[in-house]
């Protein structure tokens, strides 16, 4: 298998919305308080934004030119409140490879090329947000030595 990590373009959309969806309804079963099955989880007009956009990435990997893996990454920076330090960091909003090639090493030239990506950008760290539930996630994150910082907690009322 050759593994090519490239930007997204238009003819990616389809393929890799449906690479999305997969992961999303692993999300809709765990957590369906939060998320509902829906036909499209990444509306297109969402992804030709992010196409446009300087801060913005998507990188996909591909093998043969079929998508087997994305992330979805952007340059933000820290509110400018007097209590908190200035920076600019990265932050990955989606990740995902696909299930049946997971742990051969795809995700980990995807995470390095949004490390090259952030880098080349300024961004001093790289942030995302992970689900409780996604225990493989959470080990494949602390493998590249990503660490938590956060707890984001709920109660039902």
């Known amino acids: 298998m050759v593994i090519n990590i490239c930007t997204a373009t238009n003819e990616d959309y389809f393929a890799l919305n449906n690479l999305v969806k997969k992961g999303h309804e692993e999300h809709v079963i765990e957590e369906p308080t939060v998320f509902k099955s829906v036909g ?18 998507i990188f996909v990997a591909k093998n043969n030119e079929l998508v087997i893996g994305f992330a979805v990454i952007s340059i933000e920076s820290s509110p400018t409140f007097p ?25 980990k030239l995807l995470f390095e090329s949004c490390k090259e990506w952030a880098k080349a950008r300024g961004a001093l760290s790289i942030e995302l947000n992970v689900w409780d539930f996604n225990t493989n996630a959470i080990e494949f994150y602390k493998h590249l030595g990503m660490e938590s910082v956060s707890r984001k907690m709920k109660i039902d009322v």
């Open 40 to 57: 499209s989880v990444m509306p297109e007009s969402y992804f030709k934004e992010l196409l446009k956009d300087n801060n913005s990435n």
């Open 83 to 107: 209590s908190l330090v200035q920076r600019k960091y990265a932050y990955i909003h989606d990740f995902g490879v696909k299930k049946e090639i997971q742990k051969q090493g795809i995700g």
